[in-house]
C-alpha cells in the first residue's frame, strides 16, 4: 500500500483531534474529487513499519489527547489497500485504549466484499458512498455529497 500524507495531528477529519492517513488507490474517480492525485495505487509514498509504529506512538502519546485514527484518500477499501489496512485497524484495536477508527469509502456498505467487510468490522464509523458533484453540499459535516452516508457502527 501507498500513502500520500500523514498528519499526526488533524481536526477536520472527524470529531476530536485525531490522526489522519490518506491512502493512494481509488476506482471511483468522481468528477470533482478534491484528492484526485490519490488514485493510482503507485502514487505517493509506500506505507512501511515505520509509518504504522509511528501512527500507533502518536496515537499512544498522551501529551496530545487523540480520539482516534482517520482512514481516508483515495480509498482505504480499495482492494490493493485492504491487507494493510486490516492490518493496521487491528493493530489500532489492540494497541491502543479507547480510540475510534473512522474510514471514508466510495464504496457503499450494500456493496463491500468480504474481504472490506473484514476491515469495517474492525471500524467505529464508515462514511461510505461516491463523492457526486451534483449533489455537493458544503453544509454537510464529515461528507461532499448529500448521497454519502454516516455509519455509526460500534462504540469507542
Not at 471511483?28 to 509514498?45: E, L, V
Amino acid at each position: 500500500m501507498n500513502y500520500h500524507q500523514y498528519y499526526p495531528v488533524d481536526v477536520v477529519n472527524g470529531p476530536g483531534t485525531r490522526c489522519t492517513l490518506f491512502v493512494a488507490g481509488c476506482e471511483h474517480k468522481c468528477r470533482g474529487c478534491y484528492n484526485a492525485t490519490t488514485w493510482r495505487t503507485d502514487s505517493g509514498k509506500p506505507f512501511d513499519q515505520q509509518l504504522e509504529d509511528r501512527i500507533i506512538s502518536d496515537l499512544n502519546d498522551t501529551r496530545i489527547v487523540r480520539q482516534g485514527l482517520s482512514l481516508s484518500g483515495g480509498d482505504p477499501l480499495h482492494p490493493h489497500n485492504l491487507s494493510a489496512i486490516l492490518h493496521l485497524v487491528k493493530r489500532v484495536r489492540q494497541e491502543t485504549e479507547h480510540k475510534d477508527i473512522w474510514l471514508w469509502t466510495g464504496y457503499t456498505l450494500a456493496e463491500l466484499s468480504v474481504a472490506q467487510q473484514q476491515v469495517v468490522a474492525e471500524i467505529n464509523t464508515l462514511i461510505d458512498g461516491k463523492f457526486i458533484k451534483e449533489l455537493r453540499d458544503p453544509a454537510l459535516i464529515w461528507r461532499g455529497s448529500s448521497n454519502q452516508q454516516i455509519h455509526y457502527l460500534r462504540p469507542a
